[in-house]
């Protein structure tokens, strides 16, 4: 970025304030007269009864055997995923422009060129609403994933343009993995981390956070929504499935972590970055036929690699 730019974050800071949706509940007794409310209060007996089911299906662990062969299966299990599932499984994220200010001004901002990289991309439920939002030429998508499966999916899309975008396979846990990335240090202006980074052994989410820190740009950004403790997903585990305190393994092998705000507050700024926003979301979906009540919670965050 040339001297004097503006980095994305801040020609972005007059775009419209991030909009959760804006159905609220007033009265209880209205509940199912809607699928979805938006920032629900949870009551002291519902965080009460929330975390009683938590502590029992994580009271007992896995073996740390268990744990270490589910790291080295890791990239199997995803590829198996993809296999059965190929692009059917998760929806476009047509969110992401609403909520993420500094992704619409990738389209609008003029200047030198500019760049992006979309971690554990999958099958591009990211990358493809992106490519076609943000139509400026001099933009770049980068995207990987550690499932070889996913990238040759997301590279069979009649919707994928190897001129404007650049998929590879890295494990972003592994520092040697990212020795063979195609991505120039100091060089991305925003990395997006979609659903990704829950999937990760704890232990190494450090590492990948680092690993962007350092191909960011100053004033670059990365923008983060994930999985929230106490999510619906979190309950219904049963005991048994628990490898360390709120990270869990699903039936098909794949692994899931739910984050705290302070959690997410801590390992970006131990990797160095500053927090822009940092937000639990709170939904109660609803389904009406059953009348079944359903709260999920999602974390989202932006944060700003430093000027120095
Ligand atoms: C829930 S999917 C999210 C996909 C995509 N970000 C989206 O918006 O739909 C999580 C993805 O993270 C990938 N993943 C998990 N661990 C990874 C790792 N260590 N390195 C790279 N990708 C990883 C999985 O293969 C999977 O495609």
Same mark, same amino acid.
């Given at each position: 970025?040339?001297?004097?730019?503006?980095?994305?974050?801040?020609?972005?800071?007059?775009?419209?304030?991030?909009?959760?949706?804006?159905?609220?509940?007033?009265?209880?007794?209205?509940?199912?007269?809607?699928?979805?409310?938006?920032?629900?209060?949870?009551?002291?007996?519902?965080?009460?009864?929330?975390? $009683? $089911?938590?502590?029992?299906?994580?009271?007992? !662990?896995?073996?740390?055997?268990?744990?270490?062969?589910?790291?080295?299966?890791?990239?199997?299990?995803?590829?198996?995923?993809? $296999?059965?599932?190929?692009?059917?499984?998760? !929806?476009?994220?047509?969110?992401?422009?609403?909520?993420?200010?500094?992704?619409?001004?990738?389209?609008?901002?003029?200047?030198?060129?500019?760049?992006?990289?979309?971690?554990?991309?999958?099958?591009?439920?990211?990358?493809?609403?992106?490519?076609?939002?943000?139509?400026?030429?001099?933009?770049?998508?980068?995207?990987?994933?550690?499932?070889?499966?996913?990238?040759?999916?997301?590279?069979?899309?009649?919707?994928?343009?190897?001129?404007?975008?650049?998929?590879?396979?890295?494990?972003?846990?592994?520092?040697?993995?990212?020795?063979?990335?195609?991505?120039?240090?100091?060089?991305?202006?925003?990395?997006?981390?979609?659903?990704?980074?829950?999937?990760?052994?704890?232990?190494?989410?450090?590492?990948?956070?680092?690993?962007?820190?350092?191909?960011?740009?100053?004033?670059?950004?990365?923008?983060?929504?994930?999985?929230?403790?106490?999510?619906?997903?979190?309950?219904?585990?049963?005991?048994?499935?628990?490898?360390?305190?709120?990270?869990?393994?699903?039936?098909?092998?794949?692994?899931?972590?739910?984050?705290?705000?302070?959690?997410?507050?801590?390992?970006?700024?131990?990797?160095?970055?500053?927090?822009?926003?940092?937000?639990?979301?709170?939904?109660?979906?609803?389904?009406?036929?059953?009348?079944?009540?359903?709260?999920?919670?999602?974390?989202?965050?932006?944060?700003?690699?430093?000027?120095?």
């Amino acid at each position: 970025m040339g001297k004097g730019a503006p980095s994305i974050m801040e020609a972005s800071a007059d775009h419209k304030r991030p909009a959760f949706g804006n159905r609220f509940l007033t009265d209880e007794q209205h509940v199912f007269e809607h699928n979805a409310w938006d920032n629900v209060d949870w009551d002291a007996d519902h965080l009460h009864r929330v975390q $009683q $089911q938590i502590e029992d299906n994580s009271h007992h !662990k896995m073996s740390s055997e268990r744990r270490q062969e589910l790291e080295d299966q890791a990239s199997r299990h995803w590829d198996q995923f993809y $296999q059965i599932h190929q692009n059917r499984f998760f !929806k476009d994220r047509k969110w992401l422009f609403t909520e993420f200010p500094p992704l619409a001004a990738l389209d609008q901002a003029a200047g030198p060129a500019l760049s992006m990289l979309e971690v554990g991309c999958g099958v591009g439920n990211t990358v493809f609403p992106v490519l076609e939002m943000v139509q400026n030429a001099r933009f770049k998508l980068y995207c990987c994933d550690f499932s070889p499966v996913a990238i040759d999916v997301l590279k069979a899309d009649k919707n994928f343009d190897p001129e404007r975008c650049l998929p590879f396979v890295c494990d972003i846990g592994s520092m040697a993995a990212w020795q063979a990335c195609p991505i120039p240090a100091q060089s991305l202006d925003v990395v997006t981390m979609i659903f990704c980074l829950s999937a990760l052994e704890p232990e190494q989410m450090g590492v990948a956070l680092s690993a962007l820190y350092d191909r960011l740009k100053p004033g670059g950004c990365v923008l983060f929504r994930d999985y929230g403790q106490y999510d619906l997903a979190q309950v219904r585990f049963k005991p048994g499935k628990c490898l360390a305190d709120n990270f869990y393994v699903r039936g098909d092998g794949t692994r899931v972590f739910f984050f705290s705000q302070d959690k997410v507050k801590a390992i970006f700024e131990q990797a160095g970055f500053v927090e822009k926003q940092n937000l639990s979301d709170k939904r109660l979906q609803v389904n009406r036929g059953k009348q079944l009540k359903m709260y999920r919670v999602w974390i989202q965050a932006q944060y700003v690699k430093p000027h120095q």
